[in-house]
Structure formats: structure tokens, C-alpha cells
């Protein structure tokens, strides 16, 4: 009870921290974006591809060591949803994370490089599409939960 207990608040506080984080980049991601900014960037998404990560394995660990155990969650197709709509987001945060580190790369070698407003007109869409998920997953979420 505790393991699944302590297993939900760290869930829970990461997913928060996932969502605030994908916020401040698509509030950071503007055009004019340039200097400092873009390094700055390219950390939060570590930081962020880190948190997903840590989803991840408290999330298996909730599958495993959760009240409800394993047999409950690989037969409910909730479940499996919420594991697709969450694969989906993975997937969709590659081409920005690319994207800053070559951002990056070309500020080093050529002094002054901004990223062009098009090119951050077209990863701000991966962004908005990845928030849309993010509610999906919350909604099947509380779905698997409940219809099992
Ligand atoms: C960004 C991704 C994720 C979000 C937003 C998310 C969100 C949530 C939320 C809000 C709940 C509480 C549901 C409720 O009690 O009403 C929950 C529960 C849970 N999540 Fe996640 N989750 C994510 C990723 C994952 C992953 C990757 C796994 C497994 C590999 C996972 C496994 C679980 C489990 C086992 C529960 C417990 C459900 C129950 O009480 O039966 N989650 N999640």
C-alpha cells in the first residue's frame, strides 16, 4: 500500500513537471528566439526528455508493484491507449530536440546564427500537438484506472 501510494505521488509530481516544462518551451520556442535563449532551450529539453524517461519507469513500476497488480492493466486496452497516445508524444518530440541541438551546433560555428521564424513556426506545432496528447493521456489515464 505504501510502495503504491509513494509510486502515485512521484507519478503525479512528474507528470505536473512534464506538463510545466512543455509549456515554458513553447512559450520560450518564439520567433526572434536567438543568443543565449537557444542553449537555454536545448536544456530544458533534456530536462524534459529526462522527466519523460522517469514517467516511464515509475510508471512500470506502478504496473508492477501497484495495488491493483499486473494482470489488471496488460488486459485493458485503456491501458495500452494511454501507452500509444504516450508513445506518440515520445515520437513527436524528436524533431524539436534535433532541431535545438542543431540549433545549437550552428551558433557554434557560426557566430550570430538565429534559427529562421519558419523553422520555429514548424516546431512549435510539434509542441502544440504533443500538449493536445498530453490531455488525451491524462483522460485515458483516469479512464484505465476505473474501466479496467
Ligand atoms: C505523460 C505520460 C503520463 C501521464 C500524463 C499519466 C497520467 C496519469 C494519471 C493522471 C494517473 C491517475 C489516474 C487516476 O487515478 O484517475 C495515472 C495513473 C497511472 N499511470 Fe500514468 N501517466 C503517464 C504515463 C504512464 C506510463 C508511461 C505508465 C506505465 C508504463 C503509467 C502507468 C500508470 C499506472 C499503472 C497508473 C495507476 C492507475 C490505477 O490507479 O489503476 N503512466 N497516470
Known amino acids: 500500500m505504501i510502495a503504491d501510494l509513494t509510486l502515485a505521488i ?20 518564439k520567433p526572434g528566439l536567438a543568443g543565449p535563449e537557444v542553449a537555454r532551450l536545448a536544456r530544458l529539453d533534456a530536462g524534459y526528455g529526462g522527466t519523460a ?7 512500470v513500476l506502478r504496473v508492477i508493484y501497484g495495488v491493483k497488480g499486473y494482470a489488471y492493466y496488460v488486459g485493458n486496452p485503456w491501458f495500452w491507449a494511454k501507452m ?45 500537438y504533443q500538449m493536445a496528447l498530453l490531455i488525451l493521456v491524462v483522460a485515458l489515464a483516469a479512464t484505465m484506472a476505473r474501466l479496467g
Do not use: N, Y
Open 53 to 59: 524517461g522517469l514517467i516511464v519507469v515509475i510508471g
Open 84 to 128: 500509444g497516445a504516450f508513445g506518440l508524444i515520445g515520437l513527436l518530440s524528436i524533431p524539436p530536440t534535433i532541431a535545438f541541438l542543431r540549433w545549437r551546433k550552428a551558433q557554434a560555428t557560426e557566430p550570430g546564427f538565429a534559427p529562421p521564424d519558419s523553422e520555429i513556426a514548424r516546431i512549435r506545432r510539434f509542441l502544440v
Open 10 to 29: 512521484v507519478h503525479h509530481i512528474l507528470v505536473f513537471g512534464l506538463a510545466v516544462m512543455m509549456a515554458t518551451e513553447l512559450a520560450r520556442l
